[in-house]
């Protein structure tokens, strides 16, 4: 079942992209945020079967010794640790996007009027950018500590 669920996200991703591949060459307009809508719900239907079939259904990939599953040496706890320390830093890294869009904009349009204030606002851009580097940090800690 996981694989059918990669296979129909994959198919929707590359669907996707030759979709908008096309749209852009025959210069189509339309609502951006429709076709995001459009997309990104399929996706999340495909993924959020993923997830249950993957909690509910049996382990496909795993080894069996006369019938019996062998163990795996991970434990439940280091998989929450994993997924914990994929957590931290992901959406660290998307809070870094979105503060350092806004951020920059701003920046650029502040020296483009005077640019004498071009230090400063290089440090609220690296005090953004600050932000991935701390979820960084707290997912070496989850890792090693």
Do not use: W
Not at 58 to 86: C, H, M, P, R, W
Not at 111 to 116: A, F, W
């Amino acid at each position: 079942m996981q694989i059918i669920s990669m296979l129909l996200a994959t198919s929707i991703s590359i669907g996707t992209i030759i979709y908008g591949y096309k749209a852009m060459k025959s210069k189509r307009s339309g609502s951006i945020k429709k076709s995001l809508l459009t997309t990104l719900s399929a996706f999340a239907i495909v993924m959020v079967g993923a997830i249950v079939s993957t909690l509910f259904g049996g382990n496909v990939f795993a080894d069996t010794v006369n019938g019996v599953q062998a163990a795996t040496g991970v434990s439940l706890g280091e998989g929450f640790k994993y997924i914990a320390a994929a957590l931290s830093t992901g959406l660290a890294t998307i809070g870094t996007g979105v503060a350092v869009g806004s951020v920059g904009s701003s920046a650029v349009g502040a020296v483009s009027e005077d640019s004498t204030i071009l230090g400063k606002t290089l440090i609220f851009v690296g005090m953004a950018e600050g932000i991935a580097i701390y979820g960084m940090i707290i997912s070496i800690l989850i890792l090693f500590v």
